[in-house]
């Protein structure tokens, strides 16, 4: 690419917009995701409670959880000390012809949560609770000129007590628009099925004005993207899915339309006769 795509230029009016709460509205839809290694929980991801009224489901990237297909277990927290197990039926993307998930446009994942309404969302004790599916936007085009934000758990931002057997997770949130049309054949995504966002690390806004350099972007894969939009266009809905970083090449990070979570569970439903065919 001959050059990178313009650095995101927010606007005073766009961080009133958003205003002091938005972290704690969204937030408690957002969990990041753990494994243990050596013992001690690692952040590896992020993910979105949903509710399809079918089931209760954590929504994320494949690539975070592929590690299940070699026997790893993952979870989440219900209460500050309490792990949950990402326990259930998980529904993958199909790897492309290659069977290489670097190379899978898709990259999504479902975790269909299984266990007893006390096991399930909400997590009063966390302040997480799943998003109604009402809330979720697919193939909202057009996509250039919308506002967009990300919000997720960097791994470098979670410390684990190994005394008092939790975790203190910090989530960040990344505001920006869609890159051109240009840029979207330029990098081989279809606006359709793809939210591209300029990202630079440096010099950041933050919600009160200032600015910051980002944390790197490990832990944040599976972080729900949210396109803004005012009342009357029905507010603030998750789009898509953050999937790659691709910002020390590129210049952008990419997310997967949350069309192909509709459509992963879609298919089991109808697989699974708890869906009407149509």
Known sequence: MSRPPTKPQIRRETIEALGGGFVEDVGRYVVPIFTDIDGA????????????????????????????????SYYIYAAPAAKRALAGEVLFSKLPSTGCRDDDLVDTAVVILEGSAETLPPFL???????????VS?????????????????????????????????SYAYLGSSVSGEIYAQLGFDEAFHVV?????????????????????????????????????????????????????????VAADIWFALKILHDHYQATGRLAPG
């Open 197 to 253: 966002l300029p990202f630079h690390k440096r010099n950041v806004v933050t919600l009160d004005g200032a600015k910051m350099n980002f944390p790197s972007l490990k832990g944040m894969s599976g972080s729900p993207l949210w396109e803004l939009g005012n009342a009357s266009e029905g507010g603030r809905r998750v789009a898509a899915i953050m999937i790659r970083d691709k910002h020390k090449h590129d210049h952008v990070v």
């Open 138 to 170: 697919p193939q909202g085009l057009p996509r250039e000129g919308k506002r967009y934000v990300f919000l997720g758990f960097p791994a470098s931002k979670a410390d684990s007590n190994r005394v008092e057997k939790n975790v203190s997770s910090s």
């Open 125 to 135: 004790a966390v302040g997480k609770r799943s998003l109604p599916i009402s809330l």
């Open 41 to 72: 929980p690692v952040s590896v991801g992020t993910g979105l409670l949903l509710d399809t009224e079918l089931d209760q489901v954590l929504v994320t990237a494949a690539h975070v959880l592929d590690g299940f297909r070699d026997g790893r």
